[in-house]
């Protein structure tokens, strides 16, 4: 069983789905989908759509260089059916899949990380700029009409009598 890769969004395309397009000088294209088959007619740039992997990878969103992409490259080389070849590889896949996911996850809490200092001192600017919109708490207890009105609600003895039965 032979797993394509879609040329515009770079998604597995799996036998039997999918749209095949093949150009006048024989060069072929494979689409997961109709919406990249749409673009592609409409000779959008996959490094500009923004849900494409492409896009990602070029604004540091994905990584870039493993060692662990290069088992995912496509060989055309048939080989001979050997059982403790397939059982070994069997395993490094396993190990392999393991060790991809470790290193997304690290990629991404690095991407993380400028993040949330970017929202602090995002936050941090905002405040500055709109401090006399804030309140302190001593000066809220001085002024009563600062803050809002509390309410109290009176509860009949046969209504607390009947909450308390039906719990």
Not at 2 to 22: A, N
Not at 76 to 101: C, F, G, M, W
Not at 110 to 130: F, H, I, N, V
């Amino acid at each position: 069983m032979r797993l394509e890769k879609c040329w515009f969004c770079s998604s597995t395309v799996y036998p039997g789905h999918g749209i095949q397009f093949v150009r006048n000088d024989a060069k072929i294209f494979r689409f997961c989908r109709s919406k990249c088959h749409k673009n592609f007619k409409m000779k959008r740039n996959p490094r500009k759509v923004k849900w494409t992997k492409a896009y990602r990878r070029l604004h540091g969103k994905d990584m870039t260089q493993d060692s662990t992409f290069e088992f995912e490259r496509k060989r055309n080389r048939p080989e001979r059916y050997d059982r403790n070849l397939a059982e070994n590889t069997l395993k490094a896949i396993k190990k392999i899949v393991k060790v991809r996911s470790e290193r997304e996850a690290r990629h991404h809490t690095r991407r993380m990380k400028g993040k949330r200092a970017k929202e602090q001192k995002q936050a941090q600017k905002e405040l500055e700029q709109s401090i006399h919109m804030v309140k302190a708490p001593s000066s809220l207890r001085k002024d009563a009409s600062l803050t809002l009105p509390k309410i109290k609600v009176k509860v009949s003895q046969q209504q607390s009598e009947e909450n308390r039965m039906e719990e």
